[in-house]
């Protein structure tokens, strides 16, 4: 835990709530010292306090202890707000409908970052009858390979699963589709709007 991020995190978070640094000691059974030194970074909060703490100040204990703070303002569920995270460590896939902090293996994962695809990563888009056939002249080697493929509507995502030495295409249903997504493990997510 980085003391001087976790520091301002605390402060700040108490601001936004109109505490004190006493109301604020007296919900986690703490003095007002104590909080003054994890503000002014002279100290770290006990292990033993870190959900409490995480509690009273209404934020997730990964939040508070990776230092950032987030609210997903997307209250509405806007699927075209989705975001994507893979863990580096174990290719666990992991997709959200807006602002969060994902962990996986040990580290906070950031989103990743959709770009459009280039001429290696070519999306190739076939309608056939109801559903979208999508397929990426790509390399399934190992090594190199496309990981997923996911196609998102206003009403759901649709998500499909690949493995290297297999082949890089994928079904969707058409069911007003905008976005296809795919992920390149050495090249990062691409998206086209349909």
């Known amino acids: 835990m980085d003391k001087y991020i976790t520091g301002s995190v605390i402060r700040r978070l108490r601001e936004s709530k109109k505490m004190t640094q006493e109301e604020l000691a007296e919900k986690i059974y703490v003095s007002g010292k104590a909080v003054s030194k994890w503000e002014n970074?002279?100290?770290?909060?006990?292990?033993?306090?870190?959900?409490?703490?995480?509690?009273?100040?209404?934020?997730?204990?990964?939040?508070?202890?990776?230092?950032?703070?987030?609210?997903?303002?997307?209250?509405?569920?806007?699927?075209?707000?989705?975001?994507?995270?893979?863990?580096?460590?174990?290719?666990?896939?992991i997709q959200s409908v807006g602002e969060t902090v994902i962990s996986c293996?040990?580290?906070?994962?950031?989103?990743?970052?959709?770009?459009?695809?280039?001429?290696?990563?070519?999306?190739?888009?076939?309608?056939?009858?109801?559903?979208?056939?999508?397929t990426i002249d790509h390399s399934m080697t190992k090594e190199h390979y496309i990981s997923f493929?996911?196609?998102?509507?206003?009403?759901?995502?649709?998500?499909?699963?690949?493995?290297?030495?297999?082949?890089?295409?994928?079904?969707?249903?058409?069911?007003?589709?905008?976005?296809i997504y795919a992920y390149c493990n050495r090249h990062g997510l691409f998206k086209v709007k349909v």
């Open 105 to 134: 293996c040990g580290i906070t994962l950031p989103p990743l970052d959709a770009e459009m695809p280039d001429m290696e990563h070519f999306i190739n888009i076939q309608k056939i009858e109801d559903e979208y056939y999508i």
């Open 41 to 93: 970074g002279q100290g770290f909060p006990d292990i033993s306090l870190i959900e409490p703490l995480a509690k009273a100040l209404d934020i997730s204990v990964i939040e508070l202890l990776s230092g950032e703070y987030i609210r997903n303002l997307n209250r509405s569920c806007n699927m075209f707000r989705s975001k994507f995270y893979v863990c580096p460590i174990c290719s666990n896939i």
């Open 149 to 179: 493929m996911a196609a998102i509507s206003d009403q759901g995502i649709q998500f499909v699963k690949l493995y290297s030495q297999g082949n890089a295409e994928a079904r969707f249903k058409i069911r007003r589709v905008k976005y």
